[in-house]
């Protein structure tokens, strides 16, 4: 499989903190993802991925990337695997992500994440030594609790057990780490059952955070593949046709019951001690600010 030709790999940009995870940078070390999650957003036409469910890597990535770090004035955190997995079937092999993960630590820079790999458990230790020195928050997406639901959505992605073991062992290694309940199905996972098993998992492993935006987004390419996966099982029928009626091709596709599903998950994150917004995740995570670039 040809590697992916790149010619910068950090992107500069501060993320807006009222309303996404703190970052300063993103950075991306593949194409494509394997979980094959029936919902994705990258499938949509205007990213123009082709071939999205085989991972490529960027070829040469960590000389560059330490060339680009090194070239910084100012350490900041940086955002990785935003459109795509950074634990996928490639990394447990060639590990450019974890090798990404020591040149940040070397060089002072945070990280923020969000997986569904439990892969990412391997790098508990580097991802703790820099939260130990700067900045780390690595959130686990999990979308429903039901491992057989799971396996329709999200077929190449393991159980949501093995996820939440995952998490366990990043909570327990002092990686500070939650969940993004993103997206929420309406019709398929939009229920306080659910709302409630993930929390309490999120909270016996040992998370800090769960954040929901209670709908999806779909939009040409990601619907289609959506509601082919929807056809093709029979213990989804009848779904499609509720997407159909309910959003047409809207954007966005909030739950029917969105107001009262965020009461209920407000209330329990209240009741397990999870922190459930941006605003109030980012500031109990600043804990260290951007020092003067270390040389090194
Ligand atoms: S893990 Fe993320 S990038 Fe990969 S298929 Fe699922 S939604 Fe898409």
New binding site residues.
């Given amino acids: 499989m040809p590697d992916v030709p790149f010619k910068r790999l950090l992107t500069p940009g501060r993320s807006d903190e009222r309303y996404f995870f703190r970052s300063d940078f993103t950075l991306n070390l593949y194409h494509g ?5 029936a ?5 949509s036409v205007c990213y123009g991925i082709a071939n ?2 085989q991972v490529r890597v960027k070829a040469g990535a960590l000389p560059a990337l330490d060339a680009e770090l090194r070239g910084k004035k100012r350490a900041g955190v940086v955002s990785m ?1 935003a ?3 950074a634990y ?1 079937a490639l990394e447990a092999k060639l590990q450019v992500t974890r090798g990404a993960l020591q040149l940040l630590l070397r060089y002072g820079f945070g990280v923020v994440m ?4 439990a892969l990412i458990a391997r790098d508990a230790d580097v991802l703790a030594a820099i939260a130990r020195q700067r900045y780390s928050c690595i959130a686990f ?1 999990i979308t429903t609790a039901d491992a057989a639901l799971a396996a329709l959505l ?1 077929p ?2 393991p159980p949501p057990a093995e996820r939440f073991a995952a998490m366990g062992a990043l909570a327990q290694a002092g990686v500070p780490t939650g969940l993004w309940l993103n997206p929420m199905l309406p019709f398929l996972t939009d229920t306080r059952e659910n709302i409630h098993a993930l929390l309490e998992s999120t909270a016996a492993a040992g998370g800090r955070f769960a954040i929901c935006h209670f709908g999806v987004t779909l939009r040409e390419g990601d619907r289609e593949y959506f509601y082919q996966t929807l056809e093709r099982h029979p213990s989804l029928a009848g779904v499609k046709a509720k997407y159909v009626n309910a959003f047409g091709l809207a954007y966005m596709c909030p739950s029917p019951h969105a107001e009262a599903l965020a009461a209920y998950f407000a209330q329990e994150c209240r009741r397990l001690g999870l922190l459930d917004s941006f605003p109030a995740l980012n500031a109990a995570l600043a804990t260290v600010e951007p020092q003067q670039m270390r040389l090194l």
């Avoid at 993802?33 to 999650?37: D, F």
């Avoid at 919902?39 to 499938?43: F, Q, S």
């Avoid at 969000?114 to 790999?117: D, G, Q, R």
Wanted: hydrophobic fraction near 15%.
């Fill in positions: 993802c394997n979980h094959g999650c919902y994705c957003d990258t499938r999205f469910d695997g459109a795509t997995d996928n969000a997986t569904k790999s997406s999200e190449g992605a």
